[in-house]
């Protein structure tokens, strides 16, 4: 039951009503100049009017919240330590010189009703009480918000739409461009010619594994010196290939991110996803995400099973320092064993380190398609997806037959294990089949270098289709300690 509100003249015991003033600007700027209303000076001047008339005291000067929108949560604004304050008994109202500054979201200013209704104290917005103690005033209240949150949302919308057109007419880069660029009075930017050989070496170093400390060293020996989360920054945005990269809903309100095109690219492609692969922590690789995983193009040299994708968790602690660092080793191994997949047990396992395998694979078909006009027949690979989808069916169907026919008193928890990981291939493999349907007749407009090289994990399936096309017979693994380039047969 909420405590009754007192809007009578003082706080009892003779002590007048604390209030807190609290203004909030969206977006900071010249406001004044613009002839919006809605100055910090302008709205003061209202909420000390409102407190006056309710027999209220400020207990300071107005608390300005800079650059926040109606809609922010409160315990990211100003107005949910005020609620704070007035349920700790240091405050008796809360006072804003407008009502749509109160709030712009129906959850969070039903929120803030709520707890201060709950104290029995005072919220007031633009002269006006807001409560929920009867279901009037809930209609009341409730409705306003809605009516904020719906300029909100449309002037949002608009916002974008606008940036959108932008970006496809003028070429604008809705943010700061970064280093390299030079921005032109409409917005749009050019290359720096004086700055771009600089920053294309520095791309080029982070590509090929040097650190962000090498490579801030490297930049400020050249005059540009950054910090480094300008540096991250930079390596992260999408402009250095000539993109802005917007997320912009579609007509049924589903975010899409687009590409727009805006200038020429200052670092080739393949640059730009190796250092996206460096500098995105995202966790290791799951299995099903490795290069060669789930082909069936891969095989043992023993069995002749296929190669599945594993790894191997490591941890080493330094006998002399103490120190402790771990890692993940991935490798392909022979699937073979147990029966479990391939044709049965192995006499001699093939194992072989993952990166080393695709590294070599990468480089044999980019040297097979060298001089050629290649391109990724998704079509034919959306075909043989579906394949593979449907042989997992199978395997998934004939694994729940033969638990089924289990002895009931036998233990069937590697039997259920295996059958869960079973379902998580189908699955993967079913969501594989149906993204390349939706591509199928397409074909990629990437050179196949560019493509093969690429760690964009979009190419993932067209660069599994160029290697497929260039040795279609696929490789064989040879078991055994010696180098890599040495055990692979097929290449």
């Known amino acids: 039951m909420s405590a009754a509100i007192d809007i009578g003249n003082g706080a009892g015991n003779g002590r007048p ?26 709205q003061e001047k209202r909420a000390l009017l409102t407190s006056g008339r309710y027999g209220a005291v400020p207990i300071g000067p107005m608390w300005r919240e800079e650059n926040v929108s109606g809609g922010t949560p409160l315990d990211q604004r100003m107005l949910g330590e005020a609620i704070s304050m007035c349920e700790n008994g240091e405050a008796d109202a809360i006072i804003f010189g407008r009502r749509d500054r109160a709030d712009r979201s129906i959850a969070e200013g039903s929120e803030a009703i709520r707890r201060m209704d ?49 970006i496809e007419e003028d070429g604008v880069v809705p943010y700061r461009p970064g280093p390299g660029f030079i921005r032109n009075d409409n917005g749009s930017v050019r290359i720096d010619d004086q700055l771009a050989p600089i920053i294309r070496e520095a791309w080029e170093r982070r590509a090929a594994g040097e650190t962000l400390r090498a490579a801030r060293e490297f930049l400020a020996a050249n005059g540009l010196p950054m910090s480094e989360g300008s540096l991250r920054k930079m390596f992260a945005s999408p402009l250095y290939v000539g993109e802005v990269h ?26 730009w996803d190796a250092v996206q692969a460096a500098v995105v922590p995202s966790g290791r690789i799951a299995k099903s995400d490795r290069l060669l995983a789930r082909l069936d193009w891969a095989h043992c040299g023993s069995c002749g099973a296929r190669m599945v994708a594993g790894g191997q968790t490591w941890r080493y602690e330094s006998r002399k320092t103490g120190e402790i660092s771990s890692g993940r080793f991935p490798f392909y191994k022979c699937g073979g064993e147990n029966g479990r997949r391939g044709t049965g ?11 080393k395998l695709e590294d070599l694979v990468v480089e044999a078909a980019v040297a097979h398609y060298a001089g050629m006009k290649a391109s990724a027949d998704l079509g034919a690979q959306a075909r043989a997806a579906a394949d593979v989808a449907e042989a997992a069916r199978r395997q998934v169907k ?19 294990e295996i059958i869960a990981e079973l379902i998580g ?3 993967a493999a079913e969501a594989e089949a149906v993204r390349l349907a939706k591509l199928s007749g397409r074909k990629s407009k990437r050179p196949a270098e560019e493509v093969l090289r690429s760690t964009d994990p979009e190419l993932r399936a067209e660069r ?7 040795f279609p017979a696929g490789i064989t693994i040879l078991p055994g300690r010696a180098p890599v380039a040495e055990r692979v047969v097929g290449l």
């Not at 005033?137 to 916002?159: G, Y």
């Not at 729940?400 to 008193?409: E, V």
Request: net charge positive; hydrophobic share 35%.
């Open 118 to 166: 709950a104290i029995g104290k005072l919220l007031l917005a633009g002269d006006e009480i807001l409560t929920h103690a009867t279901a009037a005033d809930w209609d009341r209240t409730t409705d306003a918000s809605k009516r904020q949150e719906s300029f909100r949302r449309h002037a949002k919308e608009d916002s974008i739409n606008g940036v959108v057109t932008r």
């Open 464 to 470: 599994r289709i160029l290697i497929r096309e260039a």
């Open 345 to 355: 047990t192995c006499p001699e396992r093939a194992t072989i380190a993952a990166e």
């Open 246 to 271: 917007k997320q912009v809903p579609d007509e049924r309100g589903r975010k899409r991110v687009r590409k727009f095109t805006v200038v020429d690219a200052m670092v080739e492609r393949h640059i």
């Open 398 to 416: 004939a694994a729940k037959k033969r638990l089924a026919r289990l002895d009931p008193d036998e233990d069937d928890a590697d039997a259920q």
């Open 425 to 427: 291939e189908q699955q």
């Open 17 to 42: 009503l604390r209030s807190i003033l609290i203004g909030r600007v969206s977006e900071e700027g010249d406001r004044a100049k613009r002839g919006r209303l809605a100055t910090y000076e302008e």
